[in-house]
T-cell receptor, first 111, second 112 residues
Framework: DAKTTQPNSMESNEEEPVHLPCNHSTISGTDYIHWYRQLPSQGPEYVIH???SNVNNRMASLAIAEDRKSSTLILHRATLRDAAVYYC????????????FGQGTTLQVKP | NAGVTQTPKFRVLKTGQSMTLLCAQDMNHEYMYWYRQDPGMGLRLIHY???????AKGEVPDGYNVSRLKKQNFLLGLESAAPSQTSVYFCASSYHLIQPQHFGDGTRLSIL
């Protein structure tokens, strides 16, 4: 399974944009890039996913490098409720579609 | 719409006891998954199911068994609990392989 690398922690100020990076240099052509987040004492929550093109939804944007070896999750205006652990995951659709979680990035949002 | 419901939310067991964790989803999803999360770590896949009557092993299946007799339910069993199985257990489901997974709120299990 292809591996992802994320910073252990990041800080942001409330109402400012946040860029969460993820490196996945061994990504294969069939891997989709998924982002989930986990708020304290809750189960993970789906944020966004993409294959090659940049993606936007109501929660965030996903910017994917042209060579697909890295990606960035963008929260346009961080709120205190965005404080969570963010997981960048390469999802294998050929086999089970299972999610392989790393340790993620703990995002702190300061008021 | 309840989504994914896990029962119980908390449980304390003694070493050697058995128990079953229940996961129920009301979204008519085909795929269901059981994960465990240890402190400071990401989730690890225990077992999964790609449809009613099917189960398969994940990353850390030893010491656990599962059953999917009904499409909406996925049961995780511990036959003889061990302290190493102290963890938070999450169930997830998805409609299709390419769809996002929906997670329950977890079961916090302590084994003394």
């Amino acid at each position: 399974d292809a591996k992802t690398t994320q910073p252990n922690s990041m800080e942001s100020n409330e109402e400012e944009p946040v860029h969460l990076p993820c490196n996945h240099s061994t990504i294969s052509g069939t891997d989709y890039i998924h982002w989930y987040r986990q708020l304290p004492s809750q189960g993970p929550e789906y944020v966004i996913h993409g294959l090659t093109s940049n993606v936007n939804n109501r929660m965030a944007s996903l910017a994917i490098a042209e060579d697909r070896k890295s990606s960035t999750l963008i929260l346009h205006r961080a709120t205190l409720r965005d404080a969570a652990v963010y997981y960048c995951i390469l999802r294998d659709y050929i086999n089970t579609g299972k999610l392989i979680f790393g340790q993620g990035t703990t995002l702190q949002v300061k008021p | 719409n309840a989504g994914v419901t896990q029962t119980p939310k908390f449980r304390v067991l003694k070493t050697g006891q058995s128990m079953t964790l229940l996961c129920a989803q009301d979204m008519n999803h085909e795929y269901m998954y059981w994960y465990r999360q240890d402190p400071g770590m990401g989730l690890r896949l225990i077992h999964y199911s790609v449809g009613e009557g099917t189960t398969a092993k994940g990353e850390v299946p030893d010491g656990y068994n599962v059953s999917r007799l009904k499409k909406q339910n996925f049961l995780l069993g511990l036959e003889s609990a061990a302290p190493s199985q102290t963890s938070v257990y999450f169930c997830a489901s998805s409609y299709h392989l390419i769809q996002p997974q929906h997670f329950g709120d977890g079961t916090r299990l302590s084994i003394l």
